[in-house]
């Protein structure tokens, strides 16, 4: 949550993949950093409702949906560039969600 406040505040201009690049990698160590230390808990404390495994399956899971979100994203670039380049709307529409569905598709 305070990660997506720093990042969204301040002017609005457009962001760029090296923006989104980085800050997929701040949202990676993230959840790593706390999936570790919440199965070093689990070990320590030796709980028995919750595995290690369910918490980097969790790790996992976050990841690959923050991963879909910032393609997403630069996807929708893509075509906002396409169509202002004068391209042909449909093709830009219909190219971004042939790549939005390989992505789903393969993630």
């Given amino acids: 949550i305070l990660m ?9 201009k457009r ?6 690049a980085v ?3 701040i949202y990676t160590i ?6 570790s230390i919440i199965n070093y808990v ?4 030796k ?17 690959a949906v ?6 997403f994203l630069l996807i ?3 075509e906002k560039q396409q169509i202002k380049k004068g391209r042909d709307i449909t093709s830009a529409r219909i190219m971004s969600r042939i790549i939005k569905i390989t992505i789903i598709v393969v993630l």
Avoid: M
């Fill in 4 to 12: 997506s406040f720093w990042f969204r505040r301040g002017n609005r």
């Fill in 15 to 20: 962001k760029g993949f090296l923006f989104h």
């Fill in 23 to 25: 800050q997929f990698l």
């Fill in 30 to 35: 993230i959840i790593s950093a706390v999936g």
């Fill in 42 to 45: 689990i070990e320590n404390y």
């Fill in 47 to 63: 709980l028995k409702f919750i595995t290690p495994g369910v918490i980097d399956f969790i790790c996992t899971s976050l990841i």
């Fill in 66 to 71: 923050i991963l879909t979100i910032k393609l």
């Fill in 76 to 78: 929708n670039q893509f």
